[in-house]
């Protein structure tokens, strides 16, 4: 999958995540010990909603993200979005409606200044083209409005790093092999993470689309970021 890039890459996440949708959302709790469930919690609370604000939850997978914005604000106008419908398709069966889009987060099928918020949770790294990314998200949001992304990262090396190194190439893999039947999709979750942008070299992305405040935290020994800034 590191050798593929552009249309072709596009395609192999998508088919990638419709072989583990069924499995996705256990594995996140497997592999982060249930901090994700935390996680989310705290993007909701950076974006900066108010009762009846309208939030794009993008590369929203089965619709967590957005079902915690809700659970929080049953008021706003949220809007789950992603480009694999199979993933949709499980998170539909889940408690709770959600307002679900196709969407390609390069291309965005919504209006300018659309939304007063914009989350992602493991999306950013997935994209084949990052700095179109954020200009999108940055043309649907809203003057003021907040983007705030959670995605893995490349950890600093510290005297941990040989042991993170064995929980994300042995143990990940070996747990979403057994799991989900698909080993592939979890050894590209390490790849992945190693080859995409550092927490700093991000934050410096959304400055340079336009966003100002940006600010970033590491979590999970480093391997976690969440990013978030305004328009």
């Known amino acids: 999958m590191t050798n593929l890039s552009g249309q072709e890459r596009a395609q192999y996440v998508q088919s990638m995540f419709t072989k583990i949708a ?54 706003a106008k949220v809007t789950a979005a992603d480009f694999t419908l199979e993933m949709m398709r499980v998170g539909a069966q889940q408690v709770g409606p959600l307002d679900f889009s196709a969407a390609d987060a390069l291309r965005l099928p919504f209006e300018n200044e659309s939304f007063d918020a914009v989350t992602s949770g493991f999306l950013m790294r997935n994209v084949i083209d990052l700095k179109q990314a954020i200009q999108e998200q940055y043309r649907v949001l809203r003057s003021g409005g907040r983007i705030v992304i959670l995605d893995t990262t490349r950890p600093k090396r510290n005297l ?14 070996t747990l979403g092999g057994l799991l989900s039947g698909v080993r592939e999709a979890y050894t590209y979750l390490p790849d992945t993470t190693e080859g995409f942008v550092t927490a700093e070299q991000l934050a410096e ?4 689309a336009g ?17 978030h800034a305004e328009k």
């Open 22 to 75: 069924r499995r996705y959302d256990m594995m996140n709790r497997l592999m982060t010990g249930y901090q994700d469930v935390r996680w989310r919690k705290q993007v909701i609370k950076l974006a900066g909603l108010k009762p009846n604000a309208s939030l794009l939850d993008l590369g929203t997978g089965t619709g967590d993200l957005a079902r915690e914005a809700l659970s929080e604000f049953p008021n």
């Open 160 to 173: 941990l790093s040989p042991f993170i190194w064995i929980h994300m190439h042995v143990i990940i893999p």
């Open 205 to 208: 992305r959304l400055s340079e």
């Open 211 to 227: 966003f100002k405040n940006v600010g970033y935290q590491r979590l999970m020994f480093g391997t976690i970021a969440i990013h």
